[in-house]
Every structure is written in structure tokens, then in C-alpha cells.
């Protein structure tokens, strides 16, 4: 069975950090590209990193730009998104999903999710 399963959201003040984990279950996580999206409550999912499966390429929405990094450790078949600087308007819950190839404009080809992990940014 094909899983994707997120941890590490959680309740952080304004400027902290979190680091998200996004674990592959049932295939390789390096044969896939993976992006993380965010929804929050009353608007649409938005695609927040990706990290490409070609060339290791990492790509990023320009709301998180120099704030957010997406590694990938292949021996624990696990991709990371770690989150400094955080703002309120973070505030989300954060998807893990697989797809051929990268992009962050759609969710449309993206055929593994995993249950999503909510990130609150509050003081």
C-alpha cells in the first residue's frame, strides 16, 4: 500500500521554526517529485516547496522564499520541510504529495497525499 504520512506541525510563536516530515510507505520516495501544499481555512490549496526527482532541483512559492528549505533523506525515504521565520499568515494545514515531476501552480497529477499536519503560527 502506497502511503505518505506528515508529522511535525504543531502551535509556534511569530520568528519560530518547525520542521515537517513528510515518510513514503509502499514505494521510493527518490523515483517521485514531492511538494508540500498548505490550506488554509476558506481558501484554496497552495503549493508551498517541491523538491524535483530528476535533478534534485528545490523550487519554492514566493511567500516562503528564503525562509522555508525542502531536503530529502533517501536512506529513511523522508522528505523535510523545515520552516523558520514563521509568520501567522503560515497558518495551515501542510500536505506531503507525490507526483512525476514538480509543480506548485496545481494539484493535478499529484496522485498520493498524505492526511495533512496543522501549523498554527500564534502568539
Known amino acids: 500500500q502506497l502511503e505518505l504520512v506528515e508529522s511535525g506541525g504543531g502551535l509556534v510563536q511569530p520568528g519560530g521554526s518547525l520542521r515537517l516530515s513528510c515518510a513514503a510507505s509502499?514505494?521510493?520516495?527518490?523515483?517521485?517529485?514531492i511538494a508540500w501544499f498548505r490550506q488554509a481555512p476558506g481558501k484554496e490549496r497552495e503549493g508551498v516547496s517541491c523538491f524535483s526527482s530528476n535533478d534534485g532541483s528545490t523550487h519554492y512559492a514566493d511567500s516562503v522564499k528564503g525562509r522555508f528549505t525542502i531536503s530529502r533523506d533517501n536512506a529513511k525515504n523522508t522528505v523535510y520541510l523545515q520552516m523558520n521565520s514563521l509568520k501567522p499568515e503560515d497558518t495551515a494545514v501542510y500536505y506531503c504529495?507525490?507526483?512525476?515531476?514538480?509543480?506548485?501552480?496545481?494539484?493535478?497529477?499529484?496522485?498520493?497525499w498524505g492526511q495533512g499536519t496543522q501549523v498554527t503560527v500564534s502568539s
Open positions: 509502499g514505494f521510493t520516495l527518490g523515483y517521485y517529485a
Open positions: 504529495a507525490a507526483r512525476p515531476l514538480c509543480t506548485l501552480i496545481t494539484t493535478t497529477g499529484y496522485d498520493y
